[in-house]
Each structure stands twice: as structure tokens, then as C-alpha cells.
């Protein structure tokens, strides 16, 4: 039996505990706060606008990403370190003309959830453009092949288009583009490229806004590779053409360059075209093939120097002024035998400098290298 004052001592312990044990209730963690960076509602959006995504006093708890049917779109969302802003990444580029709705989640220290969405419409291009791109993907040039950017229209937005075409090499350069006009951009650097380099051009387009209302229409990676230095010299003064291979001189032949009336241009020439055969028309330069300084002649081991109509190719007529008078149509004659040994020797961006010739440099709108190196760079959207 409990008595009454065993009963009062129990009764005066509890009233004790709960005197001295009680604490008040820990405050509630703040509520996650998500803020996402597209604006509800935003039309006309790049498909490549990063999907940035904010949370303060909370973690990120997830991200989705569905089209106007609903149909959800794979990605995932990366969380830099330092507090920067989580972006949400697709797996393949977003559509253009398409209605995308991004919602986020987020949980407090209570792991309370808030989210938080946003609705928007990707652009709707008048026209998509992917440009032409030389050299080829897996080809190997000479080391005066600038790469060359051509597009079907004008390029309204250089400056938006040119810094996402980025140049990376095995040898660093300090190449620099240059807008020949506002369809075509070149890339070359402010000597010839190294030997024996690889050479990367990602032209990533797709999502890029051209300007009046073109876009890109898909991204294009080409890689190729430089190969041996060839340059060669070829002196209308000296009427004597010199073949190196790297720093070797390899050949020194007697030639004959264009006469007093059709004098070759000075200057450095890029190898672009190799025929075997070839027939030499006046009339592609304006001259009719039937007046008296117009001919049709077929040669042989035909190497392009220029846009201009200048080669390198065989000239059995002319041997004997090979080595003692220029009496071409502006090309670089040479015997057979020795014409043969250079168009196997030659590859496309191979160089061929001119000098001592009575006529003027070669023009800048068919050769890169005539461009001085800072009118060069001037000629950047960048710069």
C-alpha cells in the first residue's frame, strides 16, 4: 500500500522534472526559395538559352522539363560549386517553334518543398543556315591553307556568329578570322601554320542567331591535319623556281613566269586545284578564245596557284625559255618531267611565293597571305 505521504513525494518529484526539463520548441527552418531565370511567358528564346535555376536557404530537389503535350524532355541539372546558379541541361538540343514548361523543386532544412515553374516558347527561325566549311573533315593541307567559312546568305550579326566558331590546334597559333565579305569568314594565322599540326574548327551554330531572322540550323565539328611545310619560290627575275621541302631545298629548276603583258602576280600562292589534265581557256578570264591574245590550250600536271587562272604546270613549247625569259599567260611554266615531279610533290595548301615579277602583288580578295597581319585582325567582328 502507497501511503499518503509517499504518494505527496512522488507527486512533488514529478512536479520538479517538469519544472526543470522544460524547453521551447526549435523555430522552423525558413522556407526554399526557387527562382528561375526565363520569365514566364518568354517567346522567341534560343533552344540554347541555359535553363538557369536558383535556390536560397535549400537544396535543389529536382528539375523537369516537358513540351506543350506533356511529354517530358531527358536532361539533367548541374550545381556548380560557389553558390552559382544550378543549369538544367538537355540531353539533345532543345526544338525551334516549340512551348517547353521548366519546373524546379526544392527542400528547406525541414525538407519542406517549394517549387517553382516557368513556361516558354523557343524561337521560330524565317530561315536555318549551316555554312560550307573547307577544308574537308580527315583531309591533310599544306601550310598556307587558310580554313574558309562560306554561308548561303549575308551574316547580319558577325560578332554572334564568329565567337562560336572556335580553332583549337596541337600547336597554338594566334590565328585570328577575318570577314572577306558577309557570306564568307577565313581563319588563318599571322605566319603559316606549323607542320605536321592538327587543326579543329567547331562551328557551334545551332542555336545562334545570324541576324534577320536566319539561325542556325545544326552544329559542325571538322578536324584535319597540316602536313609537311612546302614552300617554293619562284623569281620571274631569275626565271628559276626553288622546291623546299621543310627547310631542305629539295629542287631548283629553270622556268619561265608570264611575259611583259600578262606578268605573273607577286606574292604568296596557296595550292587549291590539282589536274592532271587540263585545258587552258583565255576566255575564263574575258579574253575570247578566238581574238588575238585568246587560247585554248590543253596542258598537262596542271597546279593551281590562284584564283586569278595562275599554275604551275607543263610547257614543252616554252623549254627553251625556261631559265632566260618569262613568256607565259601569267602561269609558271616547266618542263614535263620536272612539272610531273611537282604535282606529285604538291598538296592542296602548299605555297608557292612569287617574286620579281613587274607586275603588282597578287589582290587580297584571292589571297590571304597578301594581307598585311593587322588589317588582318581588323577585319574581326571581335576585334
Known sequence: MITAG???????????????????SAAPAPDAQVSLALVDGSVDVSPVTPLEIAVTDGE??????????????????????????????????????????????????????????????TVTPAAVSTPSVGPLDGQTVGVG??????????????????????????????????????????????????????VRLDANLYGVNFGEGIWGEKNRTV??????????????????MEVYDGDQLVQSWPMSAGSPDNPSYNGAHVVTEMNRD???????????????????????????ISDSGEFVHAAPWSVAQQGNSNVSHGCINLSTDRAAWFFNFSIPGDVVEVRGSSAGTLSSDIDDWTIPWDQWQAGSALK
Open 223 to 240: 578536324s584535319f591535319s597540316i602536313g609537311a611545310k612546302h614552300v617554293s619560290i619562284a623569281d620571274a627575275s631569275t626565271h628559276t
Open 6 to 24: 509517499a504518494m505527496i513525494f512522488l507527486a512533488g518529484c514529478s512536479g520538479d522534472d517538469a519544472g526543470s526539463g522544460s524547453q521551447e
Open 145 to 198: 591553307m587558310p580554313i574558309r567559312v562560306y554561308f548561303d546568305d549575308p551574316v547580319a550579326d558577325k560578332a554572334a556568329v564568329e565567337s562560336h566558331l572556335v580553332v583549337t590546334s596541337s600547336t597554338p597559333t594566334d590565328g585570328v578570322w577575318n570577314w572577306v565579305d558577309d557570306a564568307e569568314v577565313h581563319f588563318r594565322p599571322s605566319q603559316y601554320w606549323p607542320a605536321n599540326t592538327d
Open 60 to 121: 535543389l530537389a529536382g528539375v523537369t522539363l516537358v513540351d506543350a503535350a506533356g511529354t517530358a524532355v531527358p536532361g539533367a541539372a548541374v550545381e556548380p560549386e560557389g553558390g552559382e546558379s544550378a543549369v538544367w541541361t538537355p540531353e539533345a538540343p532543345l526544338a525551334y517553334g516549340t512551348q517547353y514548361t521548366l519546373t524546379a523543386s526544392a527542400v528547406n532544412a525541414d525538407d519542406e518543398e517549394t517549387s517553382a515553374s516557368t513556361t516558354f516558347t
Open 278 to 304: 587540263r585545258v587552258m581557256d583565255s576566255s575564263t578570264y574575258g579574253v575570247p578564245v578566238d581574238s588575238p591574245d585568246g587560247y585554248r590550250t590543253p596542258v598537262e600536271y596542271a597546279v593551281r
